[in-house]
């Protein structure tokens, strides 16, 4: 059985920066998608980005881009995301998904994501 575990979450002032890590464990994630999601206070559960098992394409949500980066490294099993030019309305609980179809292709969907962390806070402060 697979474990998720994300660290890496804190308190940061707007415009600083974070990284985020999602390692597995039990057994290796190399076969599989992974996504990040968020969910602030009295909202929904939010996609962030996701990236394939190879690593060899990844999407964001239009909030996101050009200011997060996620990647993996499969040889540590642990997926990442860069957090950037951090604002307020970033602050949220965090969390990596896994999604156990093997070899899959890449899915924004929350749905699609059977795996999931325990969530890291991130604080972004004005």
């Known amino acids: 059985q697979v474990q998720l575990v994300e660290s890496g979450g804190g308190l940061v002032q707007a415009g600083g920066s974070l990284r985020l890590s999602c390692t597995a464990s039990g057994r290796t994630f190399s076969q599989y998608g992974l996504g990040w999601f968020r969910q602030a206070p009295q909202k929904d559960l939010e996609f962030v980005a996701a990236?394939?098992?190879?690593?060899?394409?990844?999407y964001y949500a239009d909030s996101m881009k050009g200011r997060f980066t996620v990647s993996r490294d499969n040889a540590k099993n642990t997926a990442y995301l860069q957090m950037n030019s951090l604002k307020p309305e970033d602050t949220a609980v965090y969390y990596c998904g896994l999604d156990l179809r093997a070899f899959g292709p890449l899915t924004t969907n929350r749905n699609d994501y059977d795996l999931w962390g325990q969530g890291t806070q991130v604080t972004v402060s004005s």
């Open positions: 990236i394939t098992w190879s690593a060899d394409s990844s």
